[in-house]
Nanobody, 127 residues
Framework: QVQLVESGGGLVQAGGSLTLSCAASGHTFSSYAMGWFRQAPGKGRDFVAA????????YYGVSVKGRFTISRDNAKNTVSLQMISLKPEDTAVYYC????????????????????WGKGTLVTVSS
């Protein structure tokens, strides 16, 4: 069993930056590919970013590529999402996810392969 707890959300002005963190419980963190998804008000959940188990491969959704950076620290059981040049359309609840079987990649259509989800952290970008 893995528990994921996100933190770092908040209110930020457009053009600003924010870093989200996800802390994972358990001793097998490095066995999981990790990722971030987000869900804007009234919309479905979208893929944001994913990172391989070793942290050497990263993947991003089209709308965030070049602005967001995912990273992980397997010694600390954490995965982070650094967000810069934030836009009002980035406003959403951001969820951390872990997959034991799926390889990190474009997870846009692979949400069903996530084994664990966090409860989310709200990011609000004001214009």
């Amino acid at each position: 069993q893995v528990q994921l707890v996100e933190s770092g959300g908040g209110l930020v002005q457009a053009g600003g930056s924010l870093t989200l963190s996800c802390a994972a419980s358990g001793h097998t963190f490095s066995s999981y590919a990790m990722g971030w998804f987000r869900q804007a008000p009234g919309k479905g959940r979208d893929f944001v970013a994913a990172i391989t188990r070793g942290g050497f491969g990263t993947y991003y959704g089209v709308s965030v590529k070049g602005r967001f950076t995912i990273s992980r620290d397997n010694a600390k059981n954490t995965v982070s999402l650094q967000m810069i040049s934030l836009k009002p359309e980035d406003t959403a609840v951001y969820y951390c996810a872990a997959s034991l079987k799926a390889s990190a990649g474009d997870w846009s259509s692979r949400m069903g392969e996530m084994d664990y989800w966090g409860k989310g952290t709200l990011v609000t970008v004001s214009s």
